[in-house]
């Protein structure tokens, strides 16, 4: 009797040990996510912690929520690119109603739900009825979407209500409302796909969408629900994202259809059709997540974490195919070879995957720690030379203190960089300095900080609705003066000017183009033929500038809010610049004072980067001692010009 129950017990035990075993083999992303979570659980002592796994869930969920409604496409044989313009349409939608027209929020929120449906159906009807292919029809969406939220914000953030922002908030202090979102909405794209006809017709379509056609289904109603889905889907998605940054942002999920998309193939669909789950689309959402986290954590260096997340993207990929082709291959019957194919696969992929991790973040990790305190610097991007010179001054005066410096790239997404602001809190740095990408977007992530007791410092832009213990930064208004004086007296109070202005909702840029409009009501001669946003950057700056001359050919002066933007000018104006046409610039870059020496661009009003980087860390250290820190901290400004550059050092 003891016998038979020792041997049920191990039996028991037995069955859920294989159980578990064929859990991890049929399921290719688990075993991909489990390695990830073990590898950076060995890396980092900051990452499997309570609280840094909820923050992990928060960071997943805008994106396993469009990943969802992505699902249902892909499952049928589609694409659907226009997820994250929907979301950030749907969700200015919502704040331009409640907050500029008085709508009452439940029929907003109705609203911006709506504008999921309607722009759902309208790719559903292209595709089905216009004989569109998928991706021309949803990467047209992509752009009217993208276009209609810009056109009704103004292209300025709208703040979100009050009582939906409370989507960004906790219950009970502890659960994150974004996660259980994310739950709610995983459980129902589960059902859909599992439970109903709409589900099964999915997978038909998928699978072979003439035989479905054949066997009786609608195949085109069936298609305008699944995009209406995901319509849905997008919809919840932006107004979560928005709530968790107190603001609907014009250029908010930038990019997220592509993570939306990697999530649901690293989750085990086919972009050929027919198969996906919504637990798959989940665990793939989640990878993404951890590796950003865990990547962050390790302060591996931003311009290095966007290959080491594709690298591990296509390695977890490349793990569930070849465990898939293990399991097909024939094998003699009753030998178990097809299974022991399958298991040398996962685990010997599991083990190259393992590796790489490690390697690539022993390889990239900046090296042991110094002894001294952790400090945290977030920038709204690293693809400008001004917020690189800024990195640079910064990481300059941590060395010289000793202090352990981690450097994030928000990669102008406001989202991203209330991820890395997030991942400094929970891991329990001692103080962070923000550049923000958007001043109002910063404020909540910026008052969790403050909740946890870290100082924030911000550098170059401020944060609004939020305490920080300094600004640090030039004096924008008045650099902005002085560039429209400096440009109306070369001109000799009388022209034609056009501005170039910087990224709405930066202080930054509302600051520049304020001094800008102070500075030429001194100077009624001058006249402002446009103003036009390039974002502070060179490309758009080109492009913009290309634009304006087919308007306006007799322009003879530029103001640029950045130098970038400037230099970009210049190369639209040709021969003009520097002769017939006067730019002037603001930052002082490198490229910038290049361009003044060589006398295409007349002027930059120069800020010192490398010095607002130090000044930076120098008052978070001594917030994080307790010391006196002057709320703000002003950096000055020079106007340099051919005749002055020379002797000019930053």
Do not use: C
């Not at 953030?157 to 995983?186: A, E, K, Q």
């Not at 997978?203 to 289904?217: K, Q, T």
């Amino acid at each position: 009797m003891a016998t038979d129950t020792l041997k049920s017990r191990a039996g028991s035990g037995s069955s859920a040990a294989g159980g578990f075993g064929r859990l991890l083999l049929d399921n290719g992303a688990l075993t991909a996510l489990i390695v990830l979570v073990i590898a950076l659980s060995v890396l980092s002592g900051d990452f499997l912690t309570t609280d840094n796994l909820l923050n992990i869930g928060v960071q997943a969920a805008v994106t396993a929520i469009l990943a969802f409604g992505v699902t249902f496409v892909i499952v049928s044989a589609g694409i659907d690119l226009s997820v994250g313009s929907v979301a950030a349409l749907s969700a200015t939608v919502l704040a331009w109603s409640a907050t500029s027209h008085g709508v009452p929020v439940a029929l907003a929120v109705v609203l911006a739900l709506a504008t999921g449906i309607a722009a759902g159906l309208v790719n559903g009807f292209l595709t089905a009825y216009g004989k569109l292919p998928p991706f021309i029809a949803t990467l047209a969406m992509l752009s009217v979407a993208r276009g209609l939220s810009l056109v009704i914000s103004g292209g300025v953030p709208i703040p979100f209500p009050d009582s939906v922002s409370h989507l960004g908030d906790t219950l009970g202090n502890w659960l994150p409302v974004p996660v259980l979102v994310m739950v709610v909405m995983g459980l129902l794209a589960a059902f859909v796909l599992g439970r109903t006809y709409i589900g099964r017709s999915m997978y038909a379509i998928g699978g072979n969408e003439e035989a479905a056609r054949l066997s009786g289904l609608r195949v085109k109603r069936q298609k305008l629900a699944v995009y209406a889905l995901s319509g849905v889907f997008a919809a919840v998605a932006g107004v979560v994202l928005a709530s968790r940054l107190s603001s609907a942002q014009p250029q908010a999920a930038d990019g997220y259809e592509l993570d939306a998309i990697a999530a649901v193939v690293i989750g085990g669909a086919s972009l050929a059709g027919g198969t996906g789950k919504a637990s798959g689309t989940l665990i793939g959402a989640l990878i993404l997540a951890v590796l950003r986290n865990g990547l962050n954590l390790l302060s591996v260096s931003a311009f290095w974490q966007q290959v080491v997340i594709g690298v591990v993207i296509a390695l977890a990929v490349l793990l569930d195919t070849v465990r898939r082709k293990a399991g097909a291959t024939p094998v003699a019957a009753g030998t178990g070879g097809g299974n022991r194919g399958r298991q040398a696969a996962t685990y010997g992929l599991a083990a190259v995957v393992t590796v790489a991790i490690v390697g690539a973040t022993s390889f990239l990790h900046n090296g042991s720690a110094p002894a001294g305190p952790k400090l945290g610097l977030s920038l709204s991007t690293l693809n400008n030379p001004f917020f690189v010179q800024i990195r640079d001054g910064a990481q300059a005066e941590a060395k010289k203190r000793g202090v352990d410096l981690t450097v994030t790239d928000a990669r102008d997404d406001a989202s991203q960089q209330a991820d890395q602001l997030q991942n400094f809190t929970s891991s329990g740095y001692g103080a962070v300095i923000v550049n923000p990408v958007d001043s109002d977007a910063a404020g909540n992530s910026v008052k969790a900080a403050g909740r946890a007791g870290i100082p924030v410092i911000a550098v170059d832009r401020g944060v609004n609705k939020a305490k920080v213990a300094a600004l640090v930064a030039s004096d924008n208004v008045a650099g902005g003066e002085l560039a429209a004086r400096t440009v109306a007296e070369k001109l000799g109070g009388k022209g034609r000017i056009v501005v170039l202005q910087g990224q709405a909702g930066t202080s930054a840029a509302r600051e520049r183009a304020e001094g800008f409009a102070k500075g030429l009501k001194r100077f009624p001669g001058i006249k402002v033929l446009a103003q036009q946003p390039a974002d502070f950057d060179r490309a758009k700056g080109l492009d913009v500038m290309s634009n304006l001359l087919q308007a306006h050919p007799d322009v003879q002066g530029v103001i640029a809010a950045n130098d970038e933007m400037a230099l970009g000018a210049i190369k639209a104006l040709g021969a003009k610049a520097g002769r017939s046409v006067q730019v002037v610039g603001f930052d002082g870059t490198p490229d910038g004072l290049k361009a003044v020496k060589d006398g295409s661009l007349y002027a930059s009003v120069a800020q010192q980067p490398t010095q607002l980087g130090r000044i930076a860390v120098t008052n978070a250290l001594k917030a994080l001692d307790g010391g006196k820190v002057a709320p703000m901290v002003k950096v000055p400004v020079k106007v340099v010009t051919r005749e002055n550059v020379a002797g000019f050092t930053g």
